[in-house]
């Protein structure tokens, strides 16, 4: 851990603006190093994917249907993630598991703002219009659905419109 | 039934949900890095357009792995979609099929319906509503709550965070009001 320390203070600015609100504050300073370890990433992406597909997560149909109760099944599937994910980070937690470069595995609590209602509201519109969250939105575009690329173009440009006026939002 | 033939079928909830919950312990174990999808939509932002917006000046190479997940995804639809596909149209809900029938959705052949998304639907209000307007509501809206179903209603929550938890409350609050209230207008376009 000592030699992480000087990496740390390094960082640190840009570690603040990171933790503002993205999501991935804890990184791996290991992996930075060379491009290729991110490799690694792209294959759990890509079983993510394929499962996103054969779920049909990734459906409009099916989001459609989760928001007029007509179906069980995204409540299953979000319901189960989360279950899962709840019993791995306790196990977690219980068995001080490190990461396979022996590094603690690092928990950053998110502190209450404003943004997660009116954000939340406005991010719940856009995905019972487009069907799809951020993730799905590749998905689709990988399944042949080309036009999703302007979906995320668009997602993109909302996502720099609101970095934009950033400070005059209430948080 | 071949193994192959058993994998097109569409997966059930409690196969894909459970598989879904393990890229959490998965990613903190490969690198200590925390599920999040829509941080990628930043990520991009900062690599291409920064313009000296604070929101956007920081080291995005430092965060280069999300990227790398978000490509995997895209991956992952190409392998799924060209040889795990069910050729069976997707089963949908009576209900949602009358209603749908109603705004001369009928296709049921993908993921998505073609009547809605497709290119020349771009020129017609209805598709730019729906696709530049839809995702422009997704980029802005999950960057405002800092996070999206992953990151907030995945990771947030396996974290017991309870800010997660009003995120996560909110998007679905979002969803019911849009699908059921706001969207027959839409689709009536």
Redesign the interface.
């Known amino acids: 851990m000592t030699q992480s320390v000087p990496a740390l203070k390094e960082?640190n600015t840009?570690f603040e603006?990171?933790s503002?609100?993205?999501?991935?504050?804890?990184?791996?300073d290991?992996?930075?190093k060379k491009?290729y370890k991110?490799?690694?990433?792209?294959?759990?992406?890509?079983?993510?994917?394929?499962?996103?597909?054969?779920?049909?997560?990734?459906?409009?149909?099916r989001?459609?249907?989760?928001?007029?109760l007509?179906?069980?099944?995204?409540?299953?599937?979000?319901?189960?993630?989360?279950?899962?994910?709840?019993i791995?980070?306790w196990?977690?937690k219980k068995f001080k598991?490190k990461?396979?470069?022996g590094?603690t595995?690092?928990?950053?609590?998110?502190?209450?703002?404003k943004?997660?209602?009116?954000?939340?509201?406005?991010?719940?519109?856009?995905?019972?219009?487009?069907?799809?969250?951020?993730?799905p939105?590749?998905?689709?575009?990988?399944?042949?659905?080309?036009?999703?690329v302007?979906?995320?173009?668009?997602?993109?440009?909302?996502?720099?419109?609101?970095?934009?006026f950033?400070d005059k939002?209430p948080q | 039934m071949t193994l192959i033939e058993w994998?097109k079928q569409?997966?059930?909830?409690?196969?894909?949900?459970?598989?879904?919950?393990?890229?959490?312990?998965?990613?903190?174990?490969?690198?200590?890095?925390?599920?999040?999808?829509?941080?990628?939509?930043?990520h991009?932002?900062a690599a291409c357009?920064p313009?000296k917006?604070?929101?956007?000046?920081?080291?995005w190479?430092?965060?280069?792995?999300?990227l790398?997940?978000?490509?995997?995804?895209?991956?992952?639809?190409?392998?799924?979609?060209q040889w795990?596909a069910d050729p069976e149209p997707?089963r949908?809900?009576q209900?949602?099929v009358s209603e749908?029938a109603g705004y001369g959705i009928n296709d049921?052949t993908?993921?998505?319906?073609?009547q809605?998304?497709?290119?020349p639907?771009?020129l017609t209000v209805k598709g730019l509503?729906?696709?530049?307007?839809?995702?422009?509501?997704?980029?802005?809206?999950?960057?405002?709550?800092?996070?999206?179903?992953?990151?907030?209603?995945?990771?947030?929550?396996?974290?017991?965070?309870?800010?997660?938890l009003?995120?996560?409350?909110?998007?679905?609050?979002?969803?019911?009001?849009?699908?059921?209230l706001?969207?027959p207008f839409?689709l009536s376009l």
Not at chain 1, 140 to 147: D, F, L, P, S, W
Not at chain 2, 135 to 150: D, N
Not at chain 2, 166 to 180: D, K, L, P, Q
């Open positions: 960082t840009d603006v990171r503002l609100d993205a999501m991935c504050v804890n990184k791996s290991r992996d930075d491009w991110n490799i690694k990433y792209m294959i759990v992406g890509m079983l993510f994917g394929i499962v996103f597909v054969k779920a049909e997560i990734i459906s409009w149909f989001i459609q249907e989760m928001f007029r007509q179906s069980f099944h995204m409540y299953g599937v979000i319901g189960s993630a989360v279950v899962v994910g709840m791995s980070v196990l977690i598991i990461t396979i470069h590094e595995i690092e928990f950053h609590p998110k502190t209450f703002n943004g997660q209602i009116y954000g939340g509201l406005i991010f719940g519109f856009g995905w019972a219009i487009t069907g799809a969250c951020p993730g939105l590749y998905a689709q575009i990988g399944t042949g659905a080309t036009v999703v302007i979906t995320l173009l668009s997602a993109i440009a909302g996502t720099w419109v609101y970095g934009y950033r939002l | 994998i569409p997966w059930p909830w409690y196969i894909a949900g459970p598989l879904i919950g393990l890229t959490v312990p998965t990613l903190l174990i490969l690198g200590n890095k925390s599920f999040g999808i829509s941080s990628s939509l930043r991009v932002c357009v313009a917006i604070p929101f956007f000046s920081y080291d190479k430092k965060e280069v792995w999300n790398f997940f978000v490509v995997g995804i895209f991956f992952g639809g190409i392998i799924a979609a795990l997707i949908v809900h209900a949602l749908l049921y993908s993921l998505i319906p073609l809605v998304f497709n290119w639907a771009l509503v729906m696709m530049v307007g839809g995702g422009f509501l997704v980029g802005f809206g999950t960057r405002y709550a800092g996070g999206c179903t992953s990151g907030h209603a995945i990771m947030g929550l396996s974290t017991l965070q309870w800010p997660s009003v995120a996560t409350c909110c998007f679905m609050a979002g969803g019911f009001i849009m699908a059921n706001i969207l839409i």
